[in-house]
């Protein structure tokens, strides 16, 4: 089998902010902290966390679009060549695009098909921008409208429209479903499944685990500026199955779960604890979580969490026939699928 090759992999981002705080003392704010992540060709990757955690800063930062007061660290590659300053600007808007997460981006006083075309008023161009609009079942009529007039649903379509104008290779919907009805929304999702379907890297930016769950390959769970998990999606099929506590939390706060809400808050990115930023709210929490604890590679998926081996080996003993306690052919080696 040919491999898939990453379109993007990023290694160890960190963004800070500099902030002046009173009497100009300068401090620096760790907004996102050694972040990895990697999508594949024909993939689609969900970047799941809270608002705040740092999902839209890791859009922009792959788009080189961060604000001016922001600097990063690290490495971002676009199909293994080093994403420079520069490369990025010439990718942008072509190669690498985003679906903004702000419907903010058009422009209130420009019809639609204008802004899908981006100006452009040659005949190949209205060709093409009635194409992309016809695949998400948008129609003529559509092009002669205004932003105010379109329905949520719609002008969601029309941004992603907009994006895949110049087939992209790497889309990063940055929470292109809030405010949408269910079925608009999954709608929308389906989109992004076929733009990675036909081969694209798709980046999904939101904090509806559900949803991505129905569409995504694999899901990053983000807390507090970092990965904590990377898991395929079929792992959150089971609460057995993921590594880290905090998605376990997220698991359990499904609505087919319970709707059961962990306690507590994420920190804000100035007041983080020492060691992992879900040591205070975590039930398995140790002295070994304040200390440095990096992310790595277990069954499968990756994971950012000293306790991670022991949890999921206290669910493998609970799974054994009778149960943890029962001590029944003790000794014997856990095997998979034993
Ligand atoms: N321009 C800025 N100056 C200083 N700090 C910033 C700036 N932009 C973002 N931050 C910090 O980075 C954190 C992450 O912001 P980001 O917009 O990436 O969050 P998000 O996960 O996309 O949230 P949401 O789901 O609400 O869109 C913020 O909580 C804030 O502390
Ligand atoms: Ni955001």
């Known amino acids: 089998m040919e491999e898939k090759r990453n379109v993007l992999s990023i290694e160890h981002l960190s963004i800070s902010f500099s902030r002046y705080e009173r009497r100009f003392r300068r401090t620096n704010l760790n907004a996102i902290r050694d972040l990895s ?3 594949g060709e024909g993939e689609m990757v969900a970047v799941v966390g809270a608002s705040g955690s740092g999902k839209s800063l890791l859009a922009h930062a792959v788009l080189g679009i961060l604000p001016y007061n922001a600097s990063w660290s690290g490495t971002m590659n676009y199909r293994g060549e080093i994403l420079t300053e520069k490369r990025m600007k010439a990718l942008r808007g072509k190669e690498i695009v985003l679906v903004p997460q702000s419907v903010s981006y058009l422009d209130p006083l420009m019809r639609v098909g204008e802004q899908v075309r981006n100006g452009k008023q040659d005949r190949e161009s209205r060709k093409k921008s009635l194409a992309v609009l016809g695949r998400y079942g948008l129609d003529e009529k559509t092009e002669r409208l205004f932003p105010f007039q379109l329905s949520g ?15 992209p290779r790497l889309v990063i919907a940055d929470e292109p479903t809030p405010g949408l009805h269910i079925t608009a929304a999954r709608r929308v999702l389906s989109h992004f499944r076929e733009i990675a379907d036909q081969g694209a890297g798709v980046l999904l930016i939101t904090h509806d685990l559900e949803l991505a769950l129905d569409t995504a390959d694999r899901i990053v769970v983000f807390y507090a500026g970092t990965n904590l998990e990377e898991a395929d999606s079929r792992d959150f099929a089971r609460e057995q199955t993921l590594r880290h506590p905090y998605s376990r939390a997220l698991f359990r706060a499904m609505p087919e779960h319970g709707f059961s809400a962990a306690p507590g808050a994420q920190p804000f990115a100035g007041e983080l604890p020492e ?5 205070p709210r975590c039930p398995w929490a140790q002295e070994v979580c304040r200390g440095e604890v990096p992310y790595r ?18 669910d493998d003993l609970a799974e054994r026939p009778g149960g943890a306690a029962a001590g029944d052919g003790g000794g014997r080696e856990m095997r998979d699928g034993t």
């Open 153 to 167: 649903g719609m002008t969601r379509r029309i941004l992603i429209s907009t994006a895949v104008m110049e087939t």
């Open 37 to 39: 992540l990697t999508v």
């Open 275 to 279: 060691g992992c930023p879900y040591g």
């Open 297 to 314: 590679e277990l069954r499968g998926g990756m994971v950012r969490c000293a306790r991670a081996e022991w949890l999921m080996e206290q």
